[in-house]
């Protein structure tokens, strides 16, 4: 992640209105892309984890080339960086996993909500390594935090338990996912992000597969749509948008456009699944997406350096 200082300087060397409204499109229409993930998931008929497996498999070439294009490095990783590579990959690995599995047993807005619980996870994290106590909204986005993820899960426990286990799932996802991204800080910054995406998959993929194989899932899918849609929706157009877009705003902005996909997994569960949300259900999500407000705004304040 880029420093606070950076990103101011990207932020106000936007004074071209047109320039700032494209950059601003981009970063919704690549959170609005990434939404979509969930309902394809569903749709796929592939188990959730080939689904995963598939989602990165067929990107790959895509991302080669556009690492390629960015002139980021692909070759000539010393080991001791390849084998750090391979530890935040198979937590990667394990993030997606965990949250398709999560999507298939909870409704769509909670696994949208639980699986982009990283930011609150790191806001933690990184109270720990400052060893300093919470200030401010940093207590707030604690409490909503608590707060809301109370409300929604209470709420999964009163629909089912399977509802329940997989918003537990989703929440193993976001946790995971705070783990990928501290395993591979410094090799972001040194190698790019697509440079970066792509050793991922290589070493994401055969875990996938495997796991996939283990849990007797069916692989090959028969209707190839959906998977199709979701590698080029999650994997080109969501990602390539959010790489093009992020470091032009600062984080309290990217924390605000990201509430737009869990409303938006919301309104594809109402419509596709009869997922319907209660006024409590809708106070759970609103606590717990101003507590990734929040943290994402603590992060670009230095809470966690990356």
């Known amino acids: 992640m880029e420093s606070a200082s950076a990103q101011e300087e990207n932020v106000a060397g936007m004074d071209n209105p047109l320039r700032s409204a494209m950059f601003f499109g981009a970063l919704l229409l690549g959170n609005a892309a990434l939404a979509m993930g969930p309902w394809l998931v569903r749709l796929a008929d592939t188990g959730p984890v080939s689904a995963a497996f598939w989602r990165l498999f067929l990107a790959l070439p895509f991302l080669v080339c556009f690492a390629r294009l960015a002139g980021q490095p692909m070759r000539g990783l010393p080991q001791k960086t390849l084998i750090v590579v391979a530890i935040g990959s198979i937590a990667f690995a394990s993030d997606l996993a965990s949250w398709h599995i999560g999507i298939e047993m909870t409704r769509l807005g909670n696994a949208t909500l639980f699986g982009n619980a990283g930011s609150i996870i790191l806001l933690f994290w990184g109270f720990i390594i400052a060893r300093m106590m919470p200030r401010g909204f940093e207590w707030l986005a604690i409490v909503c935090a608590l707060a809301g993820a109370g409300i929604l899960l209470g709420r999964s426990l009163e629909i089912s338990a399977e509802t329940f286990v997989g918003d537990l799932f989703c929440i193993t996802a976001g946790l995971l996912y705070a783990v990928y991204l501290l395993t591979l800080q410094k090799e972001r910054a040194q190698f790019g992000s697509w440079s970066l995406l792509v050793w991922v998959s290589i070493f994401a993929c055969p875990y996938l597969l495997g796991l ?18 979701l590698f080029i929706t999650s994997q080109l157009v969501g990602q390539g948008l959010m790489v093009f877009s992020l470091r032009h705003f600062p984080p309290l902005i990217i924390g605000l456009t990201l509430l737009t996909q869990p409303a938006i997994a919301a309104m594809i569960g109402y419509f596709a699944f009869d997922e319907v949300l209660s006024a409590l259900d809708v106070v759970g999500m609103l606590l717990l997406g101003s507590a990734l407000v929040v943290a994402k705004a603590a992060q670009g304040r230095g809470v966690r350096k990356e």
């Open 212 to 229: 996939a194989v283990i849990l007797g899932e069916p692989v090959w899918p028969t209707n190839w749509t959906p998977v199709i849609v």
